[in-house]
Nanobody
């Protein structure tokens, strides 16, 4: 059983920044891809960013250039630095890993971008 716990969400003004964290209950040295997803009210869940064990990253077009995904394997933690936030970034952000063929999700952290 893998537990993922997100933190760092909150209310921020447009143009502001937040840093999300995802702490895993397992060592992530053996975990290849780790992802951040988000789901806005009334919308489908969207893949935001992915990072693999080698540090290669990929982003959705909607966040490219504004968000940065990273991981600290020694701390079993993944991060999402979010800059230049927009109202349309408002969503519940969740982390995801696939471990021994099983998908695991955190419960999510709410990010609200509003003035």
């Amino acid at each position: 059983q893998v537990q993922l716990v997100e933190s760092g969400g909150g209310l921020v003004q447009p143009g502001g920044s937040l840093r999300l964290s995802c702490a895993a209950s397992i060592s992530i040295f053996g975990v290849n891809a780790m992802d951040w997803y988000r789901q806005a009210p009334g919308k489908q869940r969207e893949l935001v960013a992915t990072i693999n064990l080698g540090g290669i990253t990929d982003y959705s077009d909607s966040v490219k250039g504004r968000f940065t995904i990273s991981r600290d394997n020694a701390k079993s933690t993944m991060y999402l630095q979010m800059n230049s936030l927009k109202a349309e970034d408002t969503a519940v952000y969740s982390c995801h890993v696939r471990y021994y063929g099983e998908d695991y999700w955190g419960t999510g952290t709410l990010v609200t971008v509003s003035s």
